[in-house]
């Protein structure tokens, strides 16, 4: 059981970059994967990316594979989505997850933060 805290969400033009960060505490005594989900408006929650403790095995949804880029702090208490090639498509609500596992469906992960706004400009 982790706490998560995002940052780095904000305005970009299309074809631009942007760096979310992700900050756990509380219970980070135990290896746990992290990872990434976002609503877009009036769309469900999807999956983005997922990270396991060590950062060996690296998940990308589709639509960001080659533009989106997961990885974790040196600690490995933080996570990071660095986002390039922005499109108005991936304008959304992200939110870091974590569990001691991986799943591509929101309802596996135990840990949410509160969410950071990304809207990308045409």
């Known amino acids: 059981q982790v706490q998560l805290v995002e940052s780095g969400g904000g305005l970009v033009q299309a074809g631009g970059s942007l760096k979310l960060s992700c900050a756990a505490s509380?219970?980070?005594?135990?290896?746990?994967?992290m990872g990434w989900f976002r609503q877009p408006p009036g769309k469900e929650r999807e999956f983005v990316a997922a990270i396991s403790w060590t950062g060996a095995n690296l998940y990308y949804a589709d639509s960001v594979k080659g533009r989106f880029t997961i990885s974790r702090g040196n600690a490995k208490n933080t996570v990071y989505l660095q986002m390039n090639s922005l499109k108005v498509e991936d304008t959304a609500v992200y939110y870091c997850?974590?569990?001691?596992?991986?799943?591509?469906?929101?309802?596996?992960?135990?840990?949410w933060g509160q969410g950071t706004q990304v809207t990308v400009s045409p």
């Open positions: 509380g219970d980070t005594t135990s290896t746990y994967s």
């Open positions: 997850v974590a569990d001691v596992g991986v799943s591509r469906t929101y309802e596996f992960w135990s840990s």
